[in-house]
T-cell receptor
Framework: KNEVEQSPQNLTAQEGEFITINCSYS?????LHWLQQHPGGGIVSLFM???GKKKHGRLIATINIQEKHSSLHITASHPRDSAVYIC???????????????FGTGTRLQVFP | DAGVIQSPRHEVTEMGQEVTLRCKPISGHNSLFWYRQTMMRGLELLIYFNNNVPIDDSGMPEDRFSAKMPNASFSTLKIQPSEPRDSAVYFCASSKAGGPYNEQFFGPGTRLTVL
């Protein structure tokens, strides 16, 4: 079982729909990243959060540390939101004096006009 | 301000050859990361540097891989000898400080094909 699981793996939506992408993890973490990878391959960091909620434009990220779960919401989705969304957690390293990044496998979102 | 610069953007080489990938981080950023992305394994952190010093190289697959950061504006990832299973997209990213605890800015990636 992967330490970081994302669901769904694939998601299609009509323009304007509300989107939710989920990330569950089985390890202790200090923080969680959400990344967006565009169809052309470029990667953009969306959020880093360790508690509560963050909002940027139409994107909202929440995290529940007790439940080991984070969600990424997109309101009023648009075709330009079509991308792969990747969750990554920072978890204590067993042999290094730093946290390690563990990535989920990503959720592929397609938004149709 | 220019973003993270990687070169080359594409590299095709034959098994056994040495490959060197290059990265110039954003000016003023103190942390630099090398990632590998494949269909099978997704995105993986290979190594990261803080103030030019390697902090975590636990993701480096094996001794064929080495990374250096001789100064704050340049880093290399070398594979010697290369193997077909090294074919992947290699991303470099940088952040202002604090390693993976800050927002990272990614370069466009180098697509490596080893025949």
């Amino acid at each position: 079982k992967n330490e970081v699981e994302q669901s769904p793996q694939n998601l299609t939506a009509q323009e304007g729909e509300f989107i939710t992408i989920n990330c569950s993890y089985s390890v202790g973490i200090s923080a969680l990243h959400w990344l967006q990878q565009h169809p052309g391959g470029g990667i953009v960091s969306l959020f880093m959060l360790s508690s509560g909620k963050k909002k940027h434009g139409r994107l909202i990220a929440t995290i529940n540390i007790q439940e080991k779960h984070s969600s990424l919401h997109i309101t009023a989705s648009h075709p330009r939101d079509s991308a792969v969304y990747i969750c990554a957690v920072l978890s204590p390293h067993s042999s290094y004096n730093t946290d390690k990044l563990i990535f989920g496998t990503g959720t592929r979102l397609q938004v149709f006009p | 301000d220019a973003g993270v610069i990687q070169s080359p953007r594409h590299e095709v080489t034959e098994m056994g050859q040495e490959v060197t990938l290059r990265c110039k981080p954003i000016s003023g950023h103190n942390s630099l990361f090398w990632y590998r992305q494949t269909m099978m394994r997704g995105l993986e952190l290979l190594i990261y540097f803080n103030n030019n010093v390697p902090i975590d190289d636990s993701g480096m697959p094996e001794d064929r891989f080495s990374a250096k950061m001789p100064n704050a504006s340049f880093s290399t990832l070398k594979i010697q000898p290369s193997e077909p299973r090294d074919s992947a997209v290699y991303f470099c990213a940088s952040s202002k400080a604090g390693g993976p605890y800050n927002e990272q800015f990614f370069g466009p990636g180098t697509r490596l094909t080893v025949l």
